[in-house]
Every structure is written in C-alpha cells, then in structure tokens.
C-alpha cells in the first residue's frame, strides 16, 4: 500500500493485550510460582543463559488496565523481593497495540494510575506494536 492511500487520522486505542513479563529466573516453576501467590502462563528457558522467563498474561475480558493494575498490586510486594534477592531480573509490563495498515499514525494512552501502580512496584514498561489489517 502506498503511503498516499493512507488515512492521517489520528486513532487512540485500547490496548490488544497486555502481560506481565519476568526475565532471569533462576528459581523453578514451581518455586516462583508459590513466591508470586499466582500461576504463570508461560515459563520456560532463557535463551541466553541457565535461567528462565516467566510470563502472565492480563484477562482479556472487560477492562484490561484495571484488571493489569489490580495484578501489578498482587505481584509487586513480591515481585520486588525476588528481584532484591536476586531471584529474577526486572520485570515489565508488555502492552501490545495494534497499528492498522491503512493508517499513518497511531496512538495508545496509557491510565495514570496504571503507570503509577508499575512504577510503585519498578515495573518497567514496553509497549510492543504490531501491523494489523482493518478486516
């Protein structure tokens, strides 16, 4: 598609989904399982290296940054002792947007309040866009 035939529309949009990444996890499934209070929905070796990479994924029913804020309270006072322990790396919040091929822009707003949660808590924030079709 030729950049002529694009639309310069201005779009704000929710986001596709959002997760809850956990890069260098030197404890077991298991173990990280019970240190988090919560089940992961991926978990699996690190690329580079001995250790691991955990995921969790926010429902994608109803409203998404409230139900990804309300897990960033669960997870943070734990999240935050594992990474002083050592246990794992940073973990961030992985917000993916889409961005349509017939537009020239595109836009995400991001709720105060859910950056002020992550912040609390030093989760990083990524925002991860992908090219999608309007069908």
Do not use: C
């Not at 260098?24 to 580079?48: C, G, Y």
């Amino acid at each position: 598609m030729a950049t002529t035939d694009r639309k310069l529309e201005l779009t704000n949009q929710h986001p596709m989904s959002i997760v809850f990444r956990f890069p260098a996890v030197s404890l077991s499934r298991e173990v990280f399982e019970a240190t988090l209070s919560m089940p992961v929905d991926r978990f699996e070796p690190s690329k580079d290296g001995p250790l691991s990479y955990a995921q969790i994924d926010v429902p994608e029913d109803g409203d998404a940054w409230a139900s990804a804020a309300t897990i960033a309270e669960r997870l943070g006072p734990a999240t935050t002792a594992s990474v002083e322990r050592g246990e794992m790396g940073q973990p961030w919040a992985d917000i993916a947007v889409s961005f349509l091929d017939d537009r020239m822009t595109t836009s995400l707003f991001i709720p105060s309040t859910f950056a002020l949660v992550l912040g609390r808590w030093g989760f990083q924030i990524e925002v991860s866009v992908y090219l999608t079709s309007p069908d």
